[in-house]
């Protein structure tokens, strides 16, 4: 068997193009869908029934025969822009990743000279099982600070380094979810923070270290590291104004602190539930040293030190939430849309499919408060069966339609491709959050291609919105 062969479904009777590894293949079905059933043994089906799920569809359409084409995931296959196209399985070798505040989350950050703007975008782009290593090099932004939104909810198995290769402040909050595998170490980071946790680990698969790095939270209610699941490890670390705690580990999760410092602290340790915690060496100046309750055990002793205080620098987060969906009413046969100009490069239709995010309580909540930075995360829920990956456009929009730009680190409107019940954090620019904040503009929508066998699924899909704004 020379490769893989993903086939696609038939959109109205068009004939189905399907690519394999190394050589192509032409064939239509009037039944709407044909699969490759030639398998010599179960494991290549049960792979072949992996990769289905991770087909992306090309936006290229023969403009006379109208033909689609459809370009299938291989093995260890490299792709130019994973935000766009999606991302290889296995990696094959070590990968390295770079970013920089100069880069551009399309480029494929694969040398320093093409290096992504976001940590997020860099973490997204690396194949699901890294089995020899990967690392990601930060640069030390011109603006002395990442505003970052970490949420990775995405499937990875492997060993990560991320790396400041200066001292890298980072604003925002991370969470590795249950997909999330492997051991992640982090490097030289200043952490800042006004979110209920700057760092959550819920996956039981996660081993997650920082070393050298400084937690520096600015509310009552905050806490440093929350391990819900998996091992946390903090070494070398300072903690400051984390008045909730510094770390604290429920359920099955279990953190470890050696050699920390830091002041202003509700608690240095707390294990809940079947959590353990672990210290040694000096722990950071707390009201509480360590708290274990309901079956919690902690281990070990630590001294008392305050280190060298570092300041917050004073913003402030909130997230604003909200749900579009979008009538099969105004839906149209659309594919490879012109999203600049609102219209189907081939048929000419005006370009109706949209979602759009509108807040109301961005003009309310953030009333005299100037906004720095912003991400949109948006979600793609399971819908009426379809595995196909779509690619989204995001844009601002006023009382009347679409008027511009809203990505930072892409070309015009472009943001990714999704699949059923993928989500990402898509940077926004303040410019943008400004005018929803003005009441200029209604709020952003998502534009989508929409084909004629997707209609069904999009009438009862939804896209549910969070908007993360940064101010001060």
């Known amino acids: ?146 505003f970052e939104r970490l949420w990775a909810s995405i499937p990875f198995c492997g060993d990560l380094r991320i790396v400041g290769r200066q001292r890298v402040t980072f604003v925002g909050s991370i969470r590795f979810g249950p997909a ?9 980071f200043v952490f800042q923070g006004t979110c209920e946790k700057l760092v959550e680990v819920v996956s039981p698969g996660a081993s997650v270290s920082f070393h050298t790095c400084d937690f520096v939270m600015g509310g009552d209610g905050c806490r ?12 070398g670390c300072g903690f400051y104004g984390c008045g909730l705690g510094a770390i604290e580990a429920w ?16 608690f240095a340790l707390k294990a809940e539930g079947c959590a353990i ?12 040293p360590s708290i274990a309750q309901e079956g919690g055990v902690i281990l070990g ?45 081939v048929t000419g239709k005006e370009y109706k499919g949209y979602w759009v995010f509108d807040s109301q309580d961005v003009i309310t909540q953030l009333s005299g408060k100037t906004p720095v930075a912003g991400r949109i995360q948006l979600k793609r829920k399971p819908g009426a069966g379809t595995k196909d990956r779509v690619k989204v456009y995001l844009y601002l929009h006023s009382h009347t339609g679409p008027m511009g730009d809203a990505v930072v680190g892409g070309p015009l409107g472009n943001v990714a491709s999704l699949a059923p019940d993928e989500s990402l954090w898509a ?32 009438s009862q899909a939804e896209y549910p919105a969070d908007l993360w704004v940064v101010y001060q």
């Open 251 to 266: 359920d099955m999760g279990r953190i470890g602190m050696h050699n920390c410092v830091g002041s202003g602290n509700g």
């Open 224 to 235: 440093g590291i929350l391990a819900r699941g998996g091992s946390v490890a903090a070494l």
């Open 1 to 146: 068997m020379s490769g893989f062969i993903i086939p696609n479904r038939n959109v109205k009777g068009l004939p189905n193009n399907v690519l394999g590894y190394g050589q192509g293949f032409t064939f239509t079905s009037t039944a709407g869908y044909q699969r490759i059933t030639d398998f010599s043994d179960l494991a290549l089906k049960t792979l072949n029934d992996q990769l289905e799920q991770l087909w992306v569809r090309t936006q290229s359409r023969d403009p006379q025969t109208g033909d689609y084409s459809t370009t299938a995931l291989m093995v260890g296959a490299e792709l130019a822009n994973p935000r766009i196209m999606g991302r290889a399985m296995f990696a094959g070798k070590p990968q390295v990743r770079y970013v920089s505040s100069a880069g551009n989350d399309s480029n494929d950050g694969l040398t320093e000279q093409t290096p992504f703007c976001s940590i997020l975008c860099a973490l997204q782009s690396l194949p699901m099982i890294c089995d020899q290593g990967a690392v990601i090099y930060c640069d030390a932004p011109s603006s002395g600070r990442y």
């Open 277 to 288: 915690a672990v210290q040694s060496g000096t722990r950071p100046v707390a009201v509480t």
């Open 427 to 458: 940077p926004v620019t303040s410019a943008s959050i400004q005018a929803i904040q003005s009441g200029y503009t209604r709020g952003y929508a998502v534009y989508s291609p929409i084909s004629g066998e997707e209609l069904e699924f999009y």
């Open 301 to 345: 002793t630590a001294t008392a030190s305050a280190g060298t205080a570092v300041t917050h620098l004073g913003y402030r987060e909130r997230v604003f939430s909200s749900t579009a969906t979008m009538s099969a009413l105004d839906l149209e046969f659309l594919e490879d849309p012109s999203p600049a100009q609102g219209k189907d490069r």
């Open 180 to 188: 999330f595998t492997g051991t992640i170490a982090f490097e030289n």
